[in-house]
């Protein structure tokens, strides 16, 4: 039988169902095809994030027209969001493996090499140059301490936040919203707050976890 030529597959197709194959969709989520509005509150994000995500080059099965929505499959949004985490946690590695790469040369270690490759002398160094020169950063004003970017956080929130929650009044009063238009937008705007509470609590726990292995770390040097 002479073989039958094929239409080629659309760009992006293979990729996508490499992607898929690779972060498949977490056990007992069914794969389906959704609007933007469905599609932020399955990732919890508001909608100005999923229009930031499709700028950044996110799939979608059919592109919003007049007339007509976005349409996105989940497992392709899923793969793509999951793959793009990994390849920002690759990256921020690579370069942290760079530094103490050069760290470790300029003590006399060798590059490539695990700081733990040096003796408990040479990391105790390795910790007190890193820590003397963070001490100089933050005087210079290139650093600043976890406390002041907490308080500036919890200040930053809480101003936000009281905008925020008056959005709807002051939306009502000046142009005229009907109760309806109201009601939608209270729900943007603790939309807006719940998404702002989870990032700011995700950076958190990161700046806690970063802390916490450079004081093990110290500790241990110094035994």
Same mark, same amino acid.
């Given at each position: ?38 599609? +932020? @509150?399955?990732?919890? %994000? ?5 229009? $930031? ?7 979608? /099965? #059919? ?25 920002? +946690? @690759?990256?921020?590695? %690579? ?5 103490? $790469? ?7 270690? /060798? #590059? ?112």
């Amino acid at each position: 039988m002479d073989d039958v030529e094929r239409d080629p597959l659309p760009d992006g197709v293979e990729e996508q169902a490499a992607m898929v194959e690779r972060y498949p969709l977490p056990d007992g989520v069914e794969d389906v095809v959704v609007n933007k509005r469905h599609l +932020a @509150a399955a990732f919890q %994000k508001s909608l100005p994030t999923i229009d $930031q995500w499709i700028s950044e080059g996110m799939p979608f /099965e #059919s592109k919003g027209t007049n007339g007509q929505a976005y349409e996105f499959r989940f497992s392709v949004c899923y793969a793509w969001q999951k793959a793009r985490e990994a390849a920002e +946690a @690759a990256k921020e590695e %690579k370069i942290q493996k760079s530094v103490r $790469q050069m760290q470790m040369a300029l003590l006399g270690g /060798e #590059s490539g090499s695990s700081e733990m490759a040096l003796t408990p002398k040479q990391r105790k160094e390795l910790y007190e140059t890193e820590a003397a020169y963070n001490k100089l950063a933050q005087s210079r004003g290139e650093l600043i301490a976890r406390a002041d970017v907490v308080a500036l956080l919890e200040r930053t929130f809480s101003a936000v936040r009281n905008a925020v929650n008056g959005m709807p009044d002051r939306l009502s009063r000046d142009v005229g919203l009907d109760g309806r238009q109201s009601e939608a937008a209270v729900v943007v705007a603790d939309d807006l707050l719940a998404e702002l509470h989870r990032e700011l609590t995700e950076f958190m726990q990161t700046m806690s976890a970063e802390e916490n292995t450079g004081q093990a770390a110290m500790l241990e040097a110094a035994e």
